[in-house]
C-alpha cells in the first residue's frame, strides 16, 4: 500500500509477445522492435503435432534467437506432451521460464522440478476446458499461472471470456495465501479484450496476432502496456 500522501502507483501489465505471429524472414529484427518499445520478455510458443494439432518451433530456434538477443528473457510455453525431458535443453537454450501444461502426460511434480534445477522459472497452465482450481496444489511452488483464454495451437483465435473468471480467482487465492505467482493470460488479447484481463488480476499479457499483425508492432507494444 502506498504511504500516505504518497502518489498511488499506476498498474501497468507487463507485455509478452508471442512470437508465433512474427515474420521469422526477420525474427530477430522484429523481436528488437517489440522490446525496443517495452515488452518484458518474449513469447516462445512450443507445439509438438500431440499435445495441440500443430507443430511450431523448437530448441534451435530459441538457441538462435538467444544468441542473436542474449539480453531478452524468454518466456517459453511448452504445448508439448512431454515437457519434464525437453526442460534441460530449453534452459540450455536460454529459457528464462518454461511453462507447460497440467494436461501434459508428465507428473506436473516432476516436470517443474526438473524446471527448477534446469534453473528456469516454472510455469504452468490450464486449457479452456480444464478448472483453475486443478492448479492448486502446485500454486505455492510456482512462479507463473498461465490462463489459456483460447484452446492451445494456433494464434489469431476469438478470446474465450470464461478466461477471467479463472484470472479472478488466481488473484484472490495469491491474495488470500499469499503466492508469488504471476497471472499470465494468453489467446485473442488485445486492446479490447486486455482492459478485462488487467481488471480480472493479468500480470501479464501474450499477445502473437495484436502486435505482429499490427501495422506498427511497436505501437500496438505501447497502447497494450498502457492499458
Ligand atoms: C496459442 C499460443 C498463443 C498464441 C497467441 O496456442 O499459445 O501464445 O500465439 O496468439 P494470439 O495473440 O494471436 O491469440
Ligand atoms: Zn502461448
Given at each position: 500500500?502506498?504511504?500516505?500522501?504518497?502518489?498511488?502507483?499506476?498498474f501497468m501489465p507487463m507485455i509478452s509477445p508471442s512470437i508465433l505471429s512474427a515474420d521469422f524472414c526477420c525474427l530477430r529484427e522484429?523481436?528488437?522492435?517489440?522490446?525496443?518499445?517495452?515488452?518484458?520478455?518474449?513469447?516462445?510458443?512450443?507445439?509438438?503435432?500431440?499435445?495441440?494439432?500443430?507443430?511450431?518451433?523448437g530448441v534451435p530456434v530459441l538457441q538462435s534467437l538467444h544468441k542473436g538477443l542474449p539480453g531478452a528473457f524468454y518466456d517459453v510455453h511448452l504445448m508439448i506432451s512431454h515437457p519434464q525431458q525437453y526442460a534441460a535443453a530449453f534452459a540450455k537454450a536460454g529459457a528464462g521460464l518454461i511453462c507447460f501444461h497440467l494436461e501434459s502426460d508428465d507428473d506436473p511434480a516432476a516436470a517443474l522440478a526438473a524446471i527448477r534445477a534446469a534453473g528456469c522459472k516454472t510455469g504452468l497452465s490450464v486449457k479452456p476446458g480444464t478448472p483453475v482450481q486443478a492448479l492448486e496444489p502446485y500454486l505455492p511452488q510456482l512462479d507463473l499461472a498461465l490462463?489459456?483464454?483460447?484452446?492451445?495451437?494456433?494464434?489469431?483465435?476469438?478470446?474465450m471470456s470464461q478466461a477471467l473468471d479463472k484470472m479472478r480467482w488466481l488473484r484472490q487465492w495469491r491474495q488470500q495465501h499469499g503466492g508469488n505467482f504471476w497471472i499470465e493470460v494468453d489467446g485473442g488479447v488485445d486492446a479490447v479484450t486486455g482492459p478485462a484481463c488487467v481488471q480480472a488480476g493479468a500480470d501479464i499479457l501474450v499477445a502473437g496476432s495484436a502486435v505482429f499483425a499490427a501495422p506498427d508492432p511497436a505501437a500496438a507494444v505501447r497502447a497494450l502496456a498502457a492499458l
Open positions: 500500500m502506498p504511504l500516505p500522501g504518497q502518489k498511488e502507483a499506476v522484429q523481436c528488437r522492435t517489440v522490446l525496443d518499445a517495452g515488452a518484458q520478455m518474449l513469447h516462445f510458443d512450443v507445439m509438438d503435432g500431440h499435445f495441440v494439432p500443430n507443430l511450431s518451433f490462463v489459456m483464454s483460447v484452446e492451445p495451437g494456433f494464434g489469431g483465435q476469438k478470446f
